[in-house]
């Protein structure tokens, strides 16, 4: 079955540095999501993806943010200078129409831990 | 906000027994869909539920839809010990989702 892989599983970062988590969506899906779970809380939604540029966002989604697909197959989230706070799991997601409609199918998130 | 939120936030039963949990929210929405979390990994689609339908089964996984309580639930018969997980609903808004706190399930064996 066709899966959602997002790249590190785990990453340790130092609080004002950059990181870069990395997702290969479905290859025939043609939306994506990024979103987050802060330890013992909600999913929370940060961005949506349509045809090379964000469709909606949240307010979790501020200047720090950014989410860019490099190529045909990867898409990625930044994330500028750190924050503890920004210690999540962070969950990519693909559907191959309108995800509300369709169903989303998610990879299995990348521990982001800010020290 | 449409984020769902389910009800109750922890449930502990035994093999066998079956389990309920339900989701409420608060705006129109056009489908409901139920996700599975095993601890700390991924979320696992499970079931896609629209407006205009009032019941779906899946295997073991039975959802209902009551629109006009803005609730949903979801049986998971003959529960297992690998059921163990949390149960999230989440309901569309525009291009995306939001989903409620979830529901802690722990079928003990």
């Known amino acids: 079955e066709p899966e959602v892989t997002q790249t590190p599983s785990h990453q340790v970062t130092q609080m004002g540095q950059e990181v870069i988590l990395r997702c290969v969506p479905i290859s025939n899906h043609l939306y994506f999501y990024w979103y987050r779970q802060i330890l013992g809380q909600k999913v929370e939604f940060l961005v949506s993806f349509y045809n090379n540029e964000i469709s909606e966002k949240s307010e979790i989604f501020d200047d720090q943010f950014s989410v860019e697909r490099p190529d045909g197959s990867n898409f990625t989230l930044k994330i500028r200078s750190t924050k503890l706070e920004d210690s999540a799991m962070y969950f990519c997601a693909s559907s191959e129409g309108v995800g509300t409609v369709y169903g989303y199918t998610f990879g299995s998130g990348t521990r982001l831990t800010v020290v | 906000s449409q984020q769902g939120e389910e009800d109750p936030q922890a449930l502990s039963i035994q093999e066998g027994e079956n389990a309920t949990m339900n989701c409420s929210y608060k705006?129109?929405?056009?489908?409901l869909q139920w996700y599975r979390q095993n601890s700390g990994r991924g979320l696992v689609h499970l079931i896609l539920?629209?407006?205009?339908?009032r019941e779906k089964h899946s295997g073991r996984l039975r959802v209902t839809l009551d629109t006009s309580k803005k609730s949903s639930s979801l049986l998971i018969t003959a529960s297992r010990a690998a059921d163990t997980a949390s149960y999230f609903c989440a309901t569309d808004a525009l291009n995306d989702m939001r989903f409620g706190a979830g529901t802690r399930l722990t079928v003990k064996p």
């Open positions: 705006t129109s929405i056009n489908n």
């Open positions: 539920i629209r407006s205009n339908e």
